[in-house]
């Protein structure tokens, strides 16, 4: 299926990168290194230059912490959706938002896509996206409110759970008029989960591709590979690529990262491997 993320557009058998922007003091992954606006901006330039396709800001950490409001939301994200739309006129723009208000504000700034971690839990999210024409996430978080931990949380069979639920919100999505080819969804490892609910998801990852939805995950140096290794986060990258070489496999389209680089040459290995595409270069044994 073709993808339309706002102005943009990628052929069926595109995998695209999301490279991570967090305008937050405090995430769990690079600790405010991109607070800064300047230094959030750097960022963009350098993952853009890396190849992503896609740059993912967020203005909130997904973790309990201090409550962010609405308007200290749009304050940290909507002029830098505007900065990065000018600067940058080929990069689609995500915002990871879960509030219709903040949703508005930054696709009227030029952003392509609203990614909402929280699983609907704004209903009118998908007004907004499709006020805009803009494209959405749509997410499994087994009902968990935003910024909440999971805690003994229990599914029948998750990736069961996983597909109807996204599946449920896709269609909402597409009946507010969201267009078809703008929506994605996300299993949201660690959302709702446990370590062995996310291992579970990205062992049957196939299945919610076989939905026809377009797959997204999100699994850099999250903690289902944390405590699978025992690693704290700044050393989580080999067992995140592990896991994403599966995702590819299975076929997701999108992958939401800290390191750009690396996942590219993953789910490129894998596309190569699996015939999806050729080798760059293939002279061994022919010269």
Known sequence: MVLKLGRHEFADDATLMMAIVNRTPDSFYDKGATWAEDKAFDRVGQVVDQGAEIVDIGGIKAAPGVEITVAEEI????AFVARVRSAFP??????????????RVVCAEGADVL??????????LVDAAAEYGAGLICTHTGGARPRTRPYRIEYADVVADAISDTGAYAERALAAGVPREGIV?????????NTFHSLEVTRRLDEMVATGWPVLVSLSNKDFVGESLDLPVGERLN???????LCALAGARIYRVHEVVETRQVVDMVSIITGRRPPSRAIRGLQ
Not at 90 to 103: F, L, P, Q, Y
Not at 239 to 245: F, M, Q, R, Y
């Open 75 to 78: 304050g940290r994200v909507a």
């Open 185 to 193: 969804i996300d299993p949201a490892h660690d959302f709702g989960k």
């Open 239 to 245: 067992g995140t690529l592990a896991a994403t070489a």
């Open 90 to 103: 080929k990069v689609v723009i995500s915002v990871d938002t879960w509030r219709a208000e903040v949703g």
């Open 115 to 124: 990614n909402d971690a929280w699983g609907g839990a704004d209903p009118a």
